[in-house]
């Protein structure tokens, strides 16, 4: 079969109008911001996003390639009982959007881990970020495969030179213009896939080779095993809860406007995924319910092991060729906008958590933007590599998402609402659900297990609900094991970055080069240098400082910090390194020392005309 060159054409005009859509809103960005760049406007675009475009990146990120093909293909085999993807994201935004979205959009983090570094420190981060990454890169992976394939089919045109060019449109508007880029991205991908899918629904049941779905309802729903409800309860809590602990949904969680919004997108955006989940639904059983004897496979893909490409051949058998292109676009829309999150998603936590956090606090933003940018290359490029050269990738995938349920999930909870909790627990969990996970095998990618749970059959593998389990296990043991050696008194069960300065309103008033022994009653409100271990509060914005040496100053329950409450020496607090925070704007602070409220202070303070000075994340050299 020849090249189908007016496809090739179409569907190249779909690329070039996502990618110009991303080079607009790189370049408004930067209007917008001055031509100034920081690493909250990359990873989180300034936090400026509104709730429509919310909605709609969130909806797109979730309905990317693997979720319309992998929803036909389900239907097409285990039947509609056994498709809980659909439903379990649903509930699972819904949760995340009621339980973390609003607090940890309070919190003004930047990545899924600033909650881990805060607790745990650097090298939980590190481990935490492995899994993290291997979900990412796999699921990356497995949709270019499945990319490749169905241009291959539509289009004849070689594999290869499909997810090539598929990666290096998105690589490249991801690096221009990051997450805002993917944002509006994400908003022109989801009507394509929006209008795509609904335009070729009609051509497919209108095809006279494709039969009336009421008489093969019984195939396309599926039949339901009561031997199998451990599995079926396992897969769904899996698909429902495994849909939280991942950057990509965060990311967009930490960019809009407010904790509320964020709420909003989680819980619409995951209704927006059900409604769409509706043409695949529609797809699957018209490709139970075709005559496939007259196609040129000759038989259903089901039959031909090719359960996978369900949905490019049915509408490659049962539409029109320029309708066949245009559903083509829509697929190819959903996985760039599931790769452009991935991507992104990877290179801001490696970027912010573990090269400035870890490898070079003192960072400039301006290192910190290309280092992501070439984070950003090297992912993607890692990507569309194991994409071509790996077999079985979504096999990967799978044990990967697992491996992010069982051990992210419960370390999440841990960091977010049990703060006491600490690096021991968080360490021993993390090794004990890894093993248990990886130790009931995995089947697509050939795993052979060596935990064999109850229930446990040669011919049917494991029947025990054994990722709740591990997952279960590893939240207990991250809980138990924290508690025991709080109460011993161990080393480190403190972590020693956790600590938050916190300096608020320097005003012109109080500012000169050197103050009095007492600040001025005027003064009493305008200066406060507080150490925070909760690290809370909702109206600051983030700024590093490395301390050389910390001691704790006098009382302070101040009504402008929520658990705040300091009970220590009245000794100094000390502070040798220039404050430097690229979004502030005309603002640089040299502070030298810092001392106890209404007990004197000297400050040096050049052209500063910002008024909240907040939330100095400080890493301190001991505590």
Same mark, same amino acid.
């Given at each position: ?12 005009? /779909? ?50 390639? #693997? ?74 992976? %497995? ?107 965060? !990311?967009?969680? *930490? ?5 509320? +919004?964020?709420?909003? *997108? ?50 490659? +058998?049962?539409? @029109? ?22 991507? *992104? ?41 194991? %994409? ?8 990967? /995938? ?63 593998? !494991? ?13 207990? $043991? ?13 080393? /480190? ?12 309103? $320097?005003?012109?008033?109080?500012? @000169?080069?050197?103050?009095?022994? %007492? ?38 329950? #101040? ?65």
């Amino acid at each position: 079969m020849a090249l189908n060159v007016p496809g090739l054409l179409v569907l190249l005009v /779909f690329y070039i109008i996502i990618f110009l859509v991303g080079l607009y809103a790189a370049r408004r960005r930067k209007n917008t911001n001055g031509g100034k760049e920081t690493l909250e406007s990359s990873i989180v675009a300034g936090r400026s996003i509104g709730a429509v475009v919310g909605i709609f990146t969130m909806t797109a990120t979730t309905v990317g390639g #693997g979720y319309i093909n992998g929803t036909a293909e389900s239907i097409a085999t285990g039947g509609l009982v056994w498709t809980l993807a659909p439903f379990g994201i649903f509930l699972g935004l819904s949760i995340g959007g009621m339980t973390f979205a609003k607090r940890m959009r309070d919190e003004k983090y930047l990545t899924m881990l600033d909650p881990f570094q805060e607790v745990y420190g650097s090298q939980v981060v590190l481990l935490v970020y492995v899994a993290s990454v291997c979900g990412d890169l796999f699921w990356t992976a %497995s949709i270019l495969s499945a990319l490749g394939t169905s241009l291959s089919v539509i289009l004849n045109w070689s594999r290869t030179i499909a997810i090539l060019s598929s990666a290096a449109f998105t690589v490249g508007y991801t690096m221009i213009g990051q997450m805002i880029s993917v944002a509006y991205t994400d908003v022109v991908q989801l009507i394509f896939i929006t209008g795509g899918l609904v335009l070729c629904i009609p051509f497919v049941f209108t095809n006279e080779n494709v039969g009336n779905i009421g008489s093969t309802s019984s195939d396309w729903i599926g039949q339901y095993d009561s031997n199998s409800t451990n599995l079926w309860i396992d897969l769904f809590i899996a698909m429902t809860f495994g849909t939280i602990p991942w950057q990509a949904y965060f !990311q967009r969680v *930490l960019s809009v406007r407010s904790g509320k +919004e964020a709420q909003i *997108l989680s819980v619409v955006g995951g209704a927006s995924a059900l409604v769409l989940f509706l043409p695949s639904l529609l797809i699957g059983a018209a490709a139970v319910s075709a005559d496939w004897t007259n196609t040129s496979l000759g038989m259903s893909p089901m039959a031909a092991n090719k359960a996978d490409m369900v949905l490019p051949y049915v509408l490659n +058998e049962f539409t @029109p060729v320029p309708v066949a292109v245009i559903g083509l676009g829509a697929i190819s829309a959903a996985v760039m906008s599931s790769m452009d999150s991935s991507v *992104l998603a990877s290179s801001s936590m490696f970027t912010k958590n573990i090269y400035k956090q870890f490898l070079h606090p003192k960072a400039s933003n301006t290192e910190l933007i290309w280092l992501q940018r070439v984070a950003i290359l090297i992912i993607g490029s890692t990507s569309t590599v194991v %994409s071509l050269l790996v077999p079985g990738v979504y096999g990967l /995938f799978i044990l990967a998402a697992d491996i992010v349920f069982v051990i992210v999930l419960p370390q999440l909870i841990c960091a977010v609402f049990f703060k006491w909790t600490n690096r021991y627990g968080a360490v021993l969990g993390y090794t004990v659900g890894t093993v248990l996970r990886v130790g009931a095998g995995e089947p697509s990618i050939d795993l052979q297990p060596f935990i064999f749970y109850p229930a446990y059959e040669e011919s049917d593998g !494991q029947n025990f609900p054994f990722r709740t389990f591990a997952m279960v296990t590893s939240l207990l $043991i991250i809980v138990l094991v924290s508690i025991l050696t709080n109460e011993l008194g161990l080393p /480190f069960t403190k972590h020693r970055n956790s600590y938050t300065l916190h300096s608020r309103d $320097i005003s012109s008033d109080c500012t @000169p080069e050197s103050l009095p022994e %007492s600040l001025p009653e005027s003064c009493s409100n305008s200066f406060h240098a507080k150490l925070d271990q909760q690290n809370r509060h909702n109206g600051f914005t983030n700024c590093d400082l490395t301390m050389s040496s910390v001691n704790l100053s006098s009382n302070y329950k #101040g009504e402008v910090f929520t658990n705040c409450d300091i009970d220590n020496t009245d000794e100094d607090v000390t502070d040798s390194v220039e404050i430097k925070d690229d979004e502030f704007t005309n603002c640089n602070q040299s502070r030298k020392r810092i001392y106890g409220i209404n007990a004197g202070a000297s400050l040096k303070d050049k052209d500063c005309q910002h008024q909240e000075l907040v939330h100095l994340n400080t890493s301190l050299a001991s505590n």
